[in-house]
């Protein structure tokens, strides 16, 4: 798996477009770009993928950059459920493990 | 559609007893499942791939005897605990990949297990 890295913590107002990035700068052609998130004592959650097309799904959008270095997750009217620690994954589209980092832990602020 | 279910939610058991945790992909086949664990605040951490009808893979550190997996069909596999004890205490969660669809479809994941081991 490509390594990917993300800001630790972010902040957003309800309401507001939360923008979360995400660098995979070593990415390799045949790996996605997956995200999930995990509540608080659950089960993470999909999200969203790409391959390097921009994608968007009810939940949120995806921006991969042209260079696929680098994406930004887009949850365009956040709420205080989106409250949550996001993981952007990079990882090739078969049967391979999903390896996770530490995520952004996103909080949304009434 | 995609759905993984996870059982039990949370369990708690003394010291020395054997925990048994159930994995099912509910409306698809899963060819592989895949066993993670979580200590709070802290990132999942991937024990060990669990193939239908062959062995599981285990990652490194992690003890196969201890950590025994089944994947007795296209829809189930175990995790089996054996002799639990306190340091054994963790979130415990499975996923599963659609065997049916097409590369690049995501891993689902279960809620995840709970277990306190007093």
């Known amino acids: 798996d490509a390594k990917t890295t993300q800001p630790p913590s972010m902040d957003c107002a309800e309401g507001r477009a939360a923008n979360l990035p995400c660098n995979h700068s070593?990415?390799?052609?045949?790996?996605?770009v997956y995200w999930y998130r995990q509540i608080h004592s659950q089960g993470p959650q999909y999200i969203i993928h790409g391959l390097k097309n921009n994608e968007t799904n009810e939940m949120a959008s995806l921006i991969i950059t042209e260079d696929r270095k680098s994406s930004t997750l887009i949850l365009p009217h956040a709420t205080l459920r989106d409250t949550a620690v996001y993981y952007c994954?990079?990882?090739?589209?078969?049967?391979?493990?999903?390896?996770f980092g530490t995520g952004t832990r996103l909080t949304i602020i009434p | 559609g995609a759905v993984v279910s996870q059982h039990p939610s949370w369990v708690i058991c003394k010291s020395g007893t054997s925990v048994k945790i159930e994995c099912r992909s509910l409306d698809f086949q899963a060819t592989t499942m895949f066993w993670y664990r979580q200590f709070p605040k802290q990132s999942l951490m991937l024990m060990a791939t669990?193939?239908?009808?062959?062995?599981?893979?285990?990652e490194q550190g992690v003890e196969k005897d201890k950590f025994l997996i089944n994947h007795a069909s296209l829809t189930l596999s175990t995790l089996t605990v054996t002799s639990a004890h306190p340091e054994d205490s963790s979130f415990y969660i499975c996923?599963?990949?659609?065997?049916?669809?097409?590369?690049?479809?995501?891993?689902?994941f279960g809620d995840g297990t709970r277990l306190s081991i007093l």
């Open positions: 994954i990079a990882r090739g589209g078969g049967n391979e493990k999903l390896t």
């Open positions: 996923s599963a990949r659609d065997a049916g669809r097409q590369t690049g479809a995501p891993q689902h």
């Open positions: 669990s193939n239908e009808g062959s062995k599981a893979t285990y």
């Open positions: 070593t990415i390799s052609g045949n790996e996605y």
